[in-house]
């Protein structure tokens, strides 16, 4: 089957003036101007469509849809709202993280998202099977998924910050890591799901367990992931439990690696960056979190020109509180243009981050752009509501109007948004099903 996606109002690749073919669950090739691919099978119409490549989000913890704008947490930084969300968190059972994984995925993609990247780190008694959860809901979706195996293991009698009743010990960590790793990562090109070691920050675990953690990784070929150089906070904590800087305790636990994505990477010293940087490790610039705690600005133009593979996030759903990618991608432009100056980071700038930098961060060099050979995973966006009436340059309009909603969006060859709906799910039921699990959080 091979489906001509045909003359797009705009695309976000240079050359491809008429569009693309896809062919199965991938693009066998741009069309220039003038040009009529041969042996096409089906046409869409995309004249009123801007096409990107499906948006890659790098960060998120599905379970916090539940507990978005909490009275608890509002108003207040990291520390002081883990402190408020932590035994609010403990009462998460599996269905609570079913129908919030599902509606999370759903919001990704009408977002634009193909691929999402969610980090789950808590496990009160009876949510042995998260991992698991999370799969089975994005394979019903069709989304891709890097699911990671987060963990915490260093509670408040240990001198770390959750309550003891959300952590596991190392030994149940590493062997359900490895559970997980054997029945669902993938590592072939045009995985749908793959596994990544997720311990969840450095005042929440242990030493010993970041290290045997990026062993394992090694062992099974996947990506190790954590929360680093979020807030000053972390930095005083870091220096006072082990008398290191973050970045320090990465190289003595054996992370300065091309494995490894961060979440926030904020407080780094020039030094830092350029170590990172050699290192190649990712860093997700998660923009609306930052600014919702007030975390700080990361330095993105930096980052990515010391070497890091910089990618975006919309973090989890308490402190964005939305899992809008696109607004993702609006508010990296805004902060990195208050940073840097107007001409420094322009709407091509985050569209890459979006894209191709945040398959980087995933490890992944089959999604993220549109060329012959990557996957076919498309958002595709109408530029008719009022916010766009009267906007020039269909790409710009993007970012700068706001988009937010897609109207098509491809997954593998396959469309999973259609008019601006899900295929083959009720949105108006998902949503009274999770507001009602919701209640259980109040
Ligand atoms: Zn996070």
Redesign the pocket.
Known sequence: MRTWIKDPLAIFVEGAERGLVVEGTRIAEWVARGETPERIDATFDASRHAVLPGLVNT?H?FYQTLTRAHPAAINKPLFAWLVALYPIWARLKPNDLRLAARLALTELMLSGCTTAAD?HYLYPEGLENAVDIEVEEARALGMRLTVSRGSMNLSAKDGGLPPDSVVQNEETILADSERVLNLFHDPRRGAQIRVALAPCSPFTISKDLMRESARLAERYDCRLHT?LGETEDEERFCLKMYGLRPVDLLEETGWMSSRVWL?HGIHFSTDEIARLGRAKVGICH?AA?NMVLASGICRTCELEAAGVALGLGV??SASNDSSNMMEALRHALMVGRLRYGADKVTHRDVLRWATEGSARCLGRSDIGRIAAGYEADLAMFKLDEPRFSGAHDSLAALILCGAHRADRVMIAGEWRVVDGAPVGLDLDRLIAEHRRAAQHFA
């Open positions: 960060h913890h980090h929360h979440a998660c979190s973090d989890g």
